[in-house]
């Protein structure tokens, strides 16, 4: 069980920093635009990451217009509107689990209950519409 917890926590995890299957495949990317940054403007992985991800990106868009084409090959940019629905079903074949007890052998109850509004003018007032 701590291994299914563990499993289904590690996807929670990644899902929620939206990191999807498709970043995966543009890491190539990713560090042919890192080592182009390194070459270029003799950048550091602090500062490229600053520049494409934190407080520096909106300024190095502007800087740097004609960039833009590889900048939207780089991971990790939510630019796109998708849902990705990750459904998990456990069937456990162990019965040992849970019990499951066999309602035929419980017995059908007898009710007491004695209705002390008997009237006949009730029947007369409470009857479902009629067509005319």
Same mark, same amino acid.
């Given at each position: 069980?701590k291994?299914?917890a ?5 996807? @929670?995890?990644?899902?929620s920093v939206?990191? =999807? @299957?498709s970043?995966?495949?543009k890491l190539g990317?990713?560090?042919e =635009?890192?080592?182009f =940054?390194?070459k270029?403007y003799? /950048?550091?992985?602090?500062? &490229?990451f600053?520049?494409?991800?934190g407080? @520096?990106?909106?300024?190095?868009e502007?800087?740097?217009?004609y960039e833009h084409? /590889? ?8 630019d =796109?509107?998708? *849902?990705?629905? &990750?459904?998990l @079903?456990?069937?456990f ?7 499951? #007890?066999? &309602? ?7 009710s007491?209950?004695? *209705? ?11 009857? #479902? #519409?009629?067509?005319?």
């Amino acid at each position: 069980m701590k291994l299914i917890a563990f499993i289904i926590s590690t996807i @929670l995890l990644v899902q929620s920093v939206n990191f =999807h @299957l498709s970043d995966i495949v543009k890491l190539g990317d990713l560090v042919e =635009h890192v080592q182009f =940054h390194q070459k270029e403007y003799g /950048d550091d992985m602090f500062a &490229f990451f600053a520049k494409h991800y934190g407080e @520096l990106k909106a300024e190095h868009e502007k800087q740097n217009p004609y960039e833009h084409k /590889d900048h939207e090959k780089l991971p990790f940019h939510c630019d =796109h509107h998708n *849902s990705n629905n &990750f459904q998990l @079903l456990f069937a456990f074949e162990d019965e040992t689990l849970i019990p499951i #007890p066999n &309602f035929s052998e419980f017995k059908e109850l007898t009710s007491f209950y004695v *209705s002390i509004y008997k009237s006949p003018d009730l029947n007369t007032i409470l009857q #479902p #519409p009629r067509s005319i």
